[in-house]
């Protein structure tokens, strides 16, 4: 019976690995679009054979593992590459923030590490209200949209978590105009606050930020509510912010 015993404590052991070593798999395109809507940031790899001997499957399973915030599937549906435009081995990212869609094709990158993997999708990931740090710097200025409307608030305020309701509530609103970014009061923002003429002194206040242009506006002083943020947003996109004199000083065209 020890060595009956021992084998099957064996197979679950397996079974366990290779269960966890595993992701979901999306069967074909209604699932694949089904995915994508439901949040707000997803992954698919799209991979033709995936198994441990398929080029950067395995990296892309540990990748997956440390991203554990962001929903990870597979896909090797035919009919849904198509539709998502996908040629080859590939991993792509899908945000609602910007309607966007982030291709890595595998084939044309030299050496695919876990560690870069992972990279590629935290640098990329926007939600509904990216907070703003080196990382998600990246992702903010390479999106099609340039609009931002930004939050300065200090971690840890009192009205921290209502500010961040309400533009929570109002982002979806403004889907493929703006961005929605947080911006902290902290030492490593102090170029952004700067860039505003602001310090932590004066937080929150919300403003916005025109790629584009390079133009920036702080909203007047006084309650940010949810009215009045989109008062302010619907401003910028009637052109009626542009004859309101700039927060602060000009500054040479830069990132924030």
């Known amino acids: ?19 966890d070593s595993s992701l979901p798999t999306l069967s ?8 994508i809507e439901a949040s707000e940031v997803v992954v698919i790899g799209f991979f033709e054979t995936p198994s441990d001997e398929t080029f950067d499957y395995k990296e892309f399973v540990e ?21 998502l435009s996908i040629a080859s081995d ?24 876990a560690d870069g993997l992972a990279h590629f999708i935290t640098m990329n ?18 999106s ?32 493929g105009k703006f961005l929605f970014v947080l911006v902290h009061g902290v030492k490593s923002n102090e170029k952004s606050l700067g860039y505003f003429s602001l ?11 025109d790629g584009d242009s390079d133009m920036k506006w702080l909203m007047p002083e006084g309650e940010i509510s949810t009215e009045r943020v989109r008062e302010f ?12 004199k700039q927060a602060g000083e000009p500054h040479p065209k830069t990132e924030l």
């Open 199 to 209: 310090t932590s002194r004066d937080l929150p206040r919300a403003g916005i930020y």
């Open 144 to 175: 099609e949209v340039k609009g931002h409307l930004l939050l300065f608030i200090n971690r840890g305020s009192g009205d921290y978590k209502v500010l961040n309701d309400r533009l929570g509530a109002l982002a979806s609103e403004f889907v």
């Open 63 to 83: 990748a997956a593992k440390s991203v554990k915030h962001i929903p990870v599937v597979l896909c090797s549906d035919k009919e849904a590459w198509a539709k």
């Open 28 to 35: 074909d395109v209604t699932a694949a679009e089904a995915f």
């Open 1 to 19: 019976m020890a060595p009956l015993l021992s084998l099957i404590l064996s197979l679950l052991a397996a079974s366990v690995i290779a269960e």
């Open 233 to 244: 947003c619907q401003s910028f996109i009637q052109g009626d912010l542009k004859e309101v």
């Open 90 to 113: 590939t991993v792509a990212i899908f945000r609602k923030a910007d309607n966007h869609q982030d291709n890595l094709q595998l084939s044309e990158t030299k050496k695919v590490e």
């Open 125 to 142: 990931e926007l939600l509904y209200i990216t907070e703003y740090n080196q990382v998600t710097v990246v992702g903010l200025f390479q």
